[in-house]
């Protein structure tokens, strides 16, 4: 007899997995039950499937809710980063605010002291524009009294000044031009233009000049071509090419020969007259200078020449044989000015290094050149030098936009002109005593006289 069906009461009463267990195919198939069972285990896989799914994605929301506090840390901590450093800034710009008052207020006090201690301070000229230091140590009442004679006003920077040998006139070099003023008036004689392309914007002058008669001045510029001026028409007379660098310096011996040292490495010696050639080369690959020749200095006999250079050496040259006698070694840093004093028995080197040394020249004595002195006191690059007449001052012109007078005797700092606002890049010493010019970047060239006050 066929199973009998459950009635509908039972299988109301039976648990689930009863009635699922003992089903009831009506026409007595044999595969019923293979079919449910592979159901029951697809329904439980699938059961099994959406737990997993589940599990990862509350993982996947742990993780994402992990990385959203993260950034909220992150850029809760930038937001006080930058509130920290809004405030650090704030306090610094106020210290800073603080500092350079109490600064002002220092150099205001200094100012003031130096006006009542230092009566070598014209009373014509405001304090504001230069004022005089003095060595304390050398315990005596200041013995020199400085006055500003005249001030230049250029459109550029003043790269270099030099007295006529009879100091009655000053040249300047700047940008695209040579100036030429009376020393005693002020007034402006001449101004030496060359002539440029187009397309050439600026022409520094680094060098200038004058002939020992006073009627050329010279010129050398950073097209590597040195140019000679008649003083008395104000036209170029002669152009002097050969250099294969910037002109840095020039100079003429007593004789009327043009000496001039180039980026190039090398120093020349010039005729000028009509034929306007090169007489000597010094300088050479095994001998010469690594890097260019900044500065030449000849010493009051003719015989010796001296070069400075970027190298950090000095080269002293025989200058009627060209025999390299000595080479100089000692600074630091580039050497930017060389001058021998008037007397021919000291050298003295300016460098980058901040020192200025002085060396002693033993003449004819066969003996080396020692340094004798080193000369510290600047704070910045020390870029030129010049003797006065009597050899008694050696004037120094530095980055720290000063020029300090040095007792060459004693090698003592006396005293200390700040009378620019930027870079006294050229000092020149007239050579009849008494007058003293600095040309700076801050586009002036002044005149200044001093004396003595015993």
Same mark, same amino acid.
């Given at each position: 007899a066929p199973p009998r069906q459950p009635t509908a009461e039972a299988a109301r009463t039976r648990p689930y997995d009863t009635i699922m267990a003992t089903p009831y195919f009506p026409h007595g198939g044999t595969r019923g039950p293979e079919i449910f069972d592979a159901l029951k285990q697809e329904f439980d896989a699938l059961l099994h499937d959406v737990g997993t799914y589940k599990h990862q994605r509350e993982e996947v929301d742990r993780s994402l809710q992990q990385q959203l506090s993260e950034v909220t840390n992150l850029q809760n901590a930038v937001v006080a980063l930058e509130t920290t450093h809004t405030k650090m800034k704030r306090q610094f710009e106020q210290e800073i605010a603080g500092m350079r008052k109490q600064l002002e207020q220092a150099q205001q006090q200094q100012q003031q002291q130096q006006q009542q201690q230092q009566h070598a301070v014209s009373e014509a000229v405001s304090s504001n524009e230069w004022f005089v230091g003095y060595n304390s140590a050398m315990n005596a009442p200041p013995a020199v009294c400085v006055t500003l004679l005249h001030t230049f006003v250029h459109k550029s920077v003043v790269c270099c000044v030099c @007295? %006529?040998?009879? /100091?009655?006139?000053?040249? =300047? /070099?700047?940008?695209? %031009?040579? *100036?030429? @003023?009376?020393?005693? =008036? /002020?007034? *402006?004689?001449?101004v030496f233009s060359p002539t440029l392309a187009d397309d050439v914007k600026d022409l520094y002058l680094r060098a200038v000049c004058f002939s020992p008669d006073g009627t050329l001045l010279a010129t050398g510029a950073e097209d590597k071509i040195i140019r000679l001026w008649d003083m008395e028409t104000g036209q170029m007379k002669y152009r002097l090419s050969g250099h294969e660098g910037d002109i840095f310096s020039l100079l003429f011996s007593r004789d009327g020969r043009l000496i001039s040292a180039s980026g190039d490495k090398r120093v020349k010696i010039w005729n000028v007259d009509k034929s306007n050639h090169c007489l000597t080369t010094f300088g050479s690959d095994e001998t010469g200078p690594k890097e260019a020749a900044t500065s030449v200095a000849l010493n009051p006999a003719g015989s010796l020449l001296a070069v400075g250079s970027l190298d950090h050496a000095v080269r002293i040259w025989d200058a009627n044989s060209g025999a390299l006698l000595e080479r100089l070694d000692g600074h630091a840093d580039a050497i930017y000015s060389v001058a021998f004093s008037p007397d021919g028995k000291t050298l003295a080197t300016a460098s980058l290094d901040k020192t200025i040394r002085l060396w002693e020249l033993h003449g004819d004595t066969g003996q080396p050149t020692t340094c004798r002195a080193t000369l510290v006191g600047h704070k910045d690059y020390v870029v030129s030098v010049a003797f006065s007449p009597d050899s008694k001052w050696l004037i120094s012109g530095s980055k720290d936009r000063s020029a300090v007078f040095w007792e060459v005797a004693t090698s003592a700092q006396y005293m200390t002109l700040q009378g620019h606002q930027n870079t006294v890049i050229s000092v020149a010493h007239s050579k009849t005593g008494g007058a003293v010019a600095t040309g700076s970047g801050d586009c002036r060239a002044r005149i200044w006289r001093y004396t003595s006050a015993v």
């Open positions: @007295f %006529s040998d009879d /100091g009655k006139y000053l040249a =300047t /070099g700047c940008n695209r %031009s040579a *100036q030429v @003023f009376d020393a005693e =008036t /002020g007034k *402006q004689i001449h």
